[in-house]
T-cell receptor
């Protein structure tokens, strides 16, 4: 297994456009997490899934953000009507179970112009 | 919002010296984890210490946890140039990780 992968690695979009990111977790991990990281800050939790169920969402996840994990495998994070403040690194992580270490992907860097 | 606070925010030492980073947090935790991040990349898990543990070692890393003071420290011994990175502590209370702002460590050759 090659670890957590994310696609694309970089995305430049114009304000008002929609973007979608994909995350493929480590295959035997049933928990999947999304975080956002801005320059000079630590990652901030956005949402997490156990299998296909979205169990928790941060208040940071406005109604422009939606995440899915169909069939409990890969996950997508969509941002509608992007704003310049959405520019950040979006990180995905997975873990085997609760209370264990999380394995992070390389991230998707979003730039909104 | 970020729970943890790392201290110092930046640390620059000579290769071979030891580096110590501290982390404070605010609420009860199940475990505390340390991660490393090289510039512009994803995070790499270093070590996990549970709330009922006081000290843990992994190679050149030593982590302590004091739940009464809500603090933890990460010691890297015999530092190498490749240790240059940002180091984050993260608390795990409900499955989600809450990260601090990190310590940027620079190892000078």
């Amino acid at each position: 297994d090659t670890g957590v992968s994310q696609d694309p690695r970089h995305k430049i979009t114009k304000r008002g456009q929609n973007v979608t990111f994909r995350c493929d977790p480590i295959s035997e991990h049933n928990r999947l997490y999304w975080y956002r990281q801005t320059l000079g800050q630590g990652p901030e939790f956005l949402t997490y899934f156990q299998n296909e169920a979205q169990l928790e969402k941060s208040r940071l996840l406005s109604d422009r953000f939606s995440a899915e994990r169909p069939k409990g495998s890969f996950s997508t994070l969509e941002i509608q009507r992007t704003e310049q403040g959405d520019s950040a690194m979006y990180l995905c992580a997975s873990s085997f179970r609760l209370d264990r270490e999380q394995y992070f992907g390389p991230g998707t860097r979003l730039t909104v112009t | 919002s970020q729970q943890g606070e790392e201290d110092p925010q930046a640390l620059s030492i000579q290769e071979g010296e030891n580096a110590t980073m501290n982390c404070s947090y605010k609420t009860s935790i199940n475990n505390l984890q340390w991660y490393r991040q090289n510039s512009g990349r994803g995070l790499v898990h270093l070590i996990l210490i549970r709330s009922n543990e006081r000290e843990k070692h992994s190679g050149r890393l030593r982590v302590t946890l004091d739940t009464s003071k809500k603090s933890s420290s990460l010691l890297i011994t015999a530092s190498r140039a490749a240790d240059t990175a940002s180091y984050f502590c993260a608390t795990d209370a409900l499955g989600q990780l809450v990260f601090g702002q990190g310590t940027r460590l620079t190892i000078n050759p």
